[in-house]
């Protein structure tokens, strides 16, 4: 037992001899440089976390550079002169100003039918043509008897004038001559009455034949070939494209404002560019249940790509001034009550409070601009503003246009 215990003992003295040899002999530090080296590795330590060694004085953004707003050349507008007007929007339908339906005089059967429907027609072409059998045959009677007529007058004007021979001679009586006399005008009458059936013949014979009674475009027709037509039934409808009318209600409140001869310009649907009309009649009363007066609207075309029917929009002037200050609709701020611009002084950007007027929101501003309200206090001609809308910016930040074209003068047409 003994000697298991000095074995296990020489053992460990052993490997603790071969530990102490193998391990590497310790650097041995200059004299005095003892305590200085964790000195300097705090120091190095501190110098790399340190926000100062990271960005230097020289380098770091100020805070007018970091609010700095940079501007496209669009985004401004120079303030200058203008027209604006207070106008009302109108709607309505183009209706044709003549228009008419063509109707049978006589009944009869239709024999020919000249146009359908899209024709363009001049005044005194042949629409319809009826039978004219009927009417011929009347003419012939109506002809006999205004000739037996005649031949009656005749006869009793010779006997008229034998009668008065007599009775210049007394072979007759006054009575007798009387009797004569009557009977001559007796004859006269039916002769006239004769003649004036003839007419009436000859004029239903010609309106057999239907004609238009203006030109313009054939828009329905009522009959076919072979049917029959009675009188006064319409066989067609004839529209004039050349002038048409626009009825549009406006506001009782602004018809004092509406004169007739006014121009408006339109819009129509299918047309392409404005049409300009004017105000040609005003109604003298109010619709039921709207409240609004209708105005009619005359417009004038010199072809015929204006349908009946087509819808037109327009917005009427109700006052206009020229030569006034104005900036875009788009540039006028508004918190409550207080109405303000951003301006541009020098590289700043500055609120400055308006006083506006009259607001014109179809009116066209330079650069496309849609809508310039009138300003009477707060700027002048010349004055650059932020004319677009883009959201709050920060007064008293510095101002800075992106190179491109310069900016466009509001008012400018």
Do not use: C, W
Not at 295 to 301: N, Q
Not at 353 to 381: C, I, Y
Request: aromatic letters at 4%; hydrophobic letters at 45%; glycine letters at 10%.
């Amino acid at each position: 037992m003994k000697r298991a215990l000095l074995a296990l003992g020489a053992l460990v003295l052993v490997l603790a001899g071969g530990f102490l040899l193998l391990r590497p002999p310790a650097a041995v530090a200059p004299p005095g440089a003892g305590a200085a080296g964790p000195i300097e590795a705090a120091g190095t330590a501190g110098a790399r976390n340190s926000p100062d060694a990271r960005t230097s004085p020289g380098t770091r953004g100020s805070p007018d550079a970091a609010s700095a707003i940079e501007f496209a050349p669009g985004d401004l507008y120079t303030v200058g002169t203008g027209t604006v007007a207070r106008t009302i929007p109108v709607t309505g339908t183009l209706t044709p100003v003549n228009r008419t339906t063509v109707k049978a005089k006589v009944a009869g059967e239709v024999l020919e039918m000249a146009v359908r429907e899209g024709t363009a027609v001049r005044e005194g072409q042949l629409i319809v043509r009826l039978d004219p059998t009927d009417f011929t045959l009347r003419l012939r009677e109506r002809e006999a008897q205004f000739r037996s007529a005649e031949a009656q007058v005749v006869q009793a004007q010779r006997t008229l004038e034998n009668n008065r021979q007599l009775l210049e001679k007394h072979f007759i009586s006054q009575n007798a001559f009387d009797n004569a006399l009557s009977a001559t005008e007796v004859a006269v009458a039916a002769r006239d009455a004769a003649g004036a059936q003839l007419s009436q013949a000859r004029k239903a014979l010609a309106d057999t034949r239907l004609f238009a009674p203006m030109a313009g475009i054939v828009a329905q027709r009522f009959v076919q070939i072979g049917e029959k037509v009675a009188v006064d039934g319409p066989v067609a409808s004839l529209v004039d494209l050349s002038r048409m009318e626009i009825e549009a209600p406006v506001p009782a409140s602004d018809i004092g404002a509406v004169r007739i001869g006014q121009p408006i310009a339109l819009s129509i649907e299918g047309i392409a560019g404005e049409q300009t009309g004017r105000v040609v009649r005003i109604n003298p009363g109010t619709q039921a249940g709207t409240r609004s007066i209708p105005i009619y609207i005359a417009v004038d075309f010199e072809d015929t790509r204006a349908r009946a029917g087509m819808f037109a929009q327009g917005r009427l002037a109700l006052e206009q001034r020229s030569g006034v200050l104005v900036v875009p609709v788009a540039a006028i701020r508004e918190t409550g009550a207080r109405q303000f611009v951003y301006l541009v002084e020098g590289d700043r950007l500055r609120e400055r409070d308006v006083r506006l007027s009259l607001r014109d929101e179809s009116a066209r501003g330079a650069g496309g601009a849609v809508g310039l309200v009138e300003v009477l206090e707060g700027l002048k001609a010349g004055d650059r503003i932020v004319g677009v809308n883009l959201g709050a910016l920060r007064a008293g930040s510095m101002v800075s246009v992106a190179s491109g074209a310069a900016a466009p003068t509001v008012g400018s047409r």
